[in-house]
């Protein structure tokens, strides 16, 4: 057995006892029937994650039928719990109070009550707002009653800002509940941070790099190679860049991209190597 396999190894009997006992020796169940899967095989098991909690029909403000991304909305959820969807994708923020919900960004395309771009509201506000002006918003404390009720969905985070905050917010207020979250990183250095907080399941997303350290698939596989993962994640424009995909192949984790809804696109890069993909398709 490899170093690095073992490590998967000794990781996933770790998971199995911090799911079953919290530090003040009382029996929290995660309910989950494969909470053993090492990072390795979580990724293997990823064909599409559903990003933002899917694309929503509805209307704009001139009454027109319309399709909507990234509403993190409870009408999401929804769809999502109906289609059986696992691997969810949500967008986590700060309200103006600091508390954690799901929106992708504060700009006024998502509320009436958003005025100005950045401007945030309080977590009272927004619960009383509408996403798109139609769709329910969700805050962190819903995320939790969703996977309490669907004990087979993991969650993938996206936070847009102070991402080792906010996962420490959830690992110090659900522990119980780490082991339902893919954690995105979108650096090197939160790769100990986060896993010190008791993600066992991370994935390694590069929007944030520079097109110079998204493109030096030689050092990206070899961080792949040096530490456990769920996936690397990035845009699908990388794989026509030239030598990435041969470069990226053998890095021995699965290979994410985004945001592909495109069919004949989607069929491209699964044939290409691609282990799965971000959609907001609400495919299973």
Not at 54 to 79: C, I, R, T, W
Not at 269 to 278: A, K, P, R, S, W
Request: hydrophobic letters at 35%; charged letters at 25%.
């Amino acid at each position: 057995m490899g170093l690095r396999r073992l490590i998967q190894v000794i990781i996933a009997v770790l998971m199995i006892g911090t799911s079953l006992v919290s530090c003040d020796n009382t029996v929290v169940s995660d309910n989950y029937p494969e909470v053993s899967l090492s990072a390795t095989e979580l990724g293997e098991k990823i064909k599409y994650i559903v990003h933002g909690a899917g694309k929503l029909s509805g209307v704009n403000l001139y009454g027109e039928s319309k399709f909507f991304n990234v509403s993190n909305s409870a009408e999401g959820l929804k769809q999502c719990k109906e289609a059986g969807i696992d691997f969810i994708e949500l967008d986590f923020n700060y309200t103006s109070d600091g508390r954690i919900v799901c929106i992708h960004d504060w700009f006024p395309s998502y509320s009436d009550d958003i005025e100005y771009e950045g401007d945030k509201l309080s977590y009272d506000e927004f619960v009383k707002t509408k996403i798109y002006r139609q769709y329910t918003p969700v805050t962190l404390e819903n995320v939790m009653e969703y996977l309490e009720e669907n004990e087979n969905v993991y969650i993938i985070t996206d936070f847009k800002n102070d991402n080792v905050a906010g996962l420490e917010y959830i690992a110090a207020h659900y522990p119980g509940k780490l082991s339902r979250f893919i954690a995105q990183i979108y650096s090197e250095d939160e790769y100990d941070k986060v896993g010190q907080l008791g993600y066992k399941y991370i994935i390694y997303t590069l929007y944030r790099l520079s097109w110079a350290e998204k493109t030096d698939y030689d050092h990206l596989k070899a961080f792949a190679e040096e530490h456990v993962l769920v996936g690397l994640t990035f845009s699908y424009e990388l794989c026509d860049v030239e030598g990435f995909m041969n470069g990226i192949k053998d890095a021995g984790t699965a290979l994410f991209v985004h945001t592909v809804d495109d069919p004949e696109l989607q069929k491209k890069y699964f044939d290409m190597g691609i282990t799965g993909l971000y959609t907001n398709e609400v495919i299973k």
